[in-house]
């Protein structure tokens, strides 16, 4: 028997194509542990350089700035759960992220502050922040350890 013309699959929305559905995700194989391992290395300078950069950007370009820096943030807090399958891999380039701000946010000894007290600093610090929190929130292959798998689904 033939098909109808119209008999499409159905059509998935932009997130779900680009991102993948919940079950897709999960269905992925698990990394090696030594790749996992090196992309744990990997996240953390890489979260630390997203914020160095993010804060300078948000500040040369105030609104479309803040905008640009918020997405570089998640995009890296979200490649590392991606790429390493763990929470853990989310957590290792925000706590880089993190530990980049503690330093930015001290005044220099000449009175020179990298972030300000201004809506557009605060704002990219909570979100960015908010960010870091969903995303190593996120359904998960593994638990929080890197490569212990977790209870049967």
Do not use: H
């Not at 744990?40 to 160095?52: I, M």
């Not at 040369?60 to 929470?87: D, K, M, S």
């Not at 929080?144 to 977790?150: E, I, L, N």
């Amino acid at each position: 028997m033939t098909e109808p013309a119209d008999a499409r699959p159905p059509r998935r929305s932009i997130p779900a194509a680009v991102l993948g559905t919940r079950d897709e995700r999960l269905k992925e194989p698990q990394p090696s542990p030594a790749w996992r391992i090196a992309a744990y290395a990997l996240f953390f300078p890489l979260g630390f350089a997203v914020s160095v950069c993010g804060a300078f950007v948000q500040a040369l370009w105030p609104p479309a700035g803040v905008l640009l820096a918020l997405a570089a943030t998640g995009a890296t807090f979200y490649a590392g759960l991606r790429i390493t399958g763990t929470r853990l891999g989310a957590a290792i380039p925000a706590a880089g992220w993190f530990a980049a701000l503690l330093l930015l946010m001290v005044p220099r000894p000449e009175g020179d502050n990298v972030l300000w007290t201004n809506a557009t600093s605060l704002s990219w610090l909570f979100v960015g922040s908010i960010l870091g929190v969903i995303c190593a929130t996120l359904p998960t292959r593994t638990s929080w350890f890197p490569g212990v798998p977790g209870p049967p689904r």
